[in-house]
Nanobody, 118 residues
């Protein structure tokens, strides 16, 4: 049993930085990897990227160079650093965790709204 909580979203002027935080609680040792996705109503969700327990990380090409996923001092905490925020980045950003033996991400947070303003 894992619970995820995102924080750090808000309204930010385009071009500015923003850092989102996701903290896992509960059976955190069951987590194999954690990642981020984003969703705009009426559109399909977009998987942003993930970081494994070993620290390997990646982000999708659409945000590569601007978005970075990292791990906090506590391994149950991860970050999504957004640089040069664009208006098209506006979405609800959700944290996800993969716990064994699921082949897919099976735990999700409630999401945090990110809005890039012009």
């Amino acid at each position: 049993q894992v619970q995820l909580l995102e924080s750090g979203g808000g309204l930010v002027q385009a071009g500015g930085p923003l850092r989102l935080t996701c903290t896992a609680s509960g059976d955190v040792f069951a987590i194999d990897s954690m990642g981020w996705s984003r969703h705009t109503p009426g559109k399909e969700s977009e998987w942003i990227g993930a970081i494994t327990r070993a620290g390997s990380t990646y982000v999708t090409d659409s945000v590569k160079g601007r978005f970075t996923i990292s791990r906090g001092r506590s391994k149950e905490t991860i970050y999504l650093q957004i640089n040069n925020l664009k208006t098209e980045d506006t979405a609800v950003y959700s944290c996800a965790a993969l716990t064994a033996p699921s082949p897919e991400y099976n735990c999700w947070g409630q999401g945090t709204q990110v809005t890039g303003s012009s």
